[in-house]
């Protein structure tokens, strides 16, 4: 694996290996890989209207999409020299271990289990918890009026942690690779609601007005990172510093307002960006 590299020693007597341990360990930083290869490959979402979404063209489009493009381009990488890969939740942390992404940019909470395996930059955008249901489903009002029904989210998301720990058995929990499984399950009337962070399911809301709505406010906060490869510090502040200057130079408000102001989403402050 790219990531670790270990010293083989050859002695008369036999052959030694040298262990690795994680103070041997070194990371082959994002900075080396743009700088060298001149081109990234980026672990998004393929289905997430307003966020990251690929068109039929091939195109992807959308506020996460748009910050991937700027760190890319302080990196040093030209969009034409991007690689997209699609990155569903449950596949985030083992993407970025094996080295089959380069980064993700895809709706990515920052989570102190997650930080365990992944080095965050960020954040970048802060949103929260919400529920998107059918515009026929009146009884249904919030996170507290979902007992006996079944709610749909993205397996190994924070979503997902969040229903169990609230709701638990409550609830009947039914978990997809992608949210648009999810809402293509709520308008088939096989599912009762669907949860993720709200400046996700605004964008079904937008695309389906007539049939969907969001419903009982955000119930928790979720601060999207770029996430790393474990121990990528020099990659940490590198891309920090690339979201400090979109901010900064009002790329970050103009993406927002054309890609999630027009589906509902107010455009606040931008969140603090932590460390280096």
């Avoid at 489009?61 to 493009?69: E, I, K, L, N």
């Avoid at 990488?77 to 993700?104: C, F, S």
Wanted: charged share 25%; proline share 4%; with cysteine.
């Amino acid at each position: 694996m790219r990531r670790l590299r270990c010293l083989v020693n050859v002695a008369a007597a036999g052959i030694l290996l040298t262990a690795c341990s994680a103070s041997d360990a070194t990371v082959d930083s994002i900075t080396a890989r743009a700088s060298d290869t001149g081109s990234l490959t980026i672990g998004v979402r393929f289905d997430q209207p307003g966020l990251s979404e690929r068109l039929v063209d091939g195109d992807v489009v959308g506020f996460d999409a748009d910050v991937a493009r700027f760190v890319a381009a302080e990196l040093g990488v030209a969009e034409d020299d991007i690689t997209w890969r699609e990155t569903t939740p449950a596949e985030r942390e083992e993407a970025l271990a094996t080295g089959a992404v380069d980064l993700v940019v895809a709706a990515y909470s920052i989570t102190d289990e997650r930080s365990d395996e992944v080095t965050f930059a960020g954040p970048y955008f802060e949103t929260g918890q919400d529920l998107l249901v059918r515009r026929t489903s009146t009884d249904i009002t919030g996170p507290d009026s979902l007992g006996g029904r079944t709610v749909c989210t993205s397996t190994g998301s924070t979503s997902a942690q969040h229903v169990k720990e609230r709701l638990g058995d409550a609830v009947r929990l039914s978990e997809y690779p992608r949210v648009s499984e999810c809402v293509t399950a709520l308008l088939a009337d096989r599912v009762d609601a669907v949860t993720t962070d709200g400046a996700i399911l605004a964008g079904y809301v937008a695309q389906h007005p007539e049939l969907v709505r969001l419903v009982g406010g955000q119930w928790s906060t979720e601060r999207y990172g770029v996430g790393l490869s474990k121990g990528d510090h020099e990659g940490q502040a590198a891309v920090n510093a690339a979201i400090r200057k979109m901010i900064d130079s009002g790329s970050w408000r103009a993406s927002l307002e054309r890609h999630l102001a027009p589906s509902g989403i107010e455009v606040a402050d931008p969140p603090e960006v932590e460390g280096p």
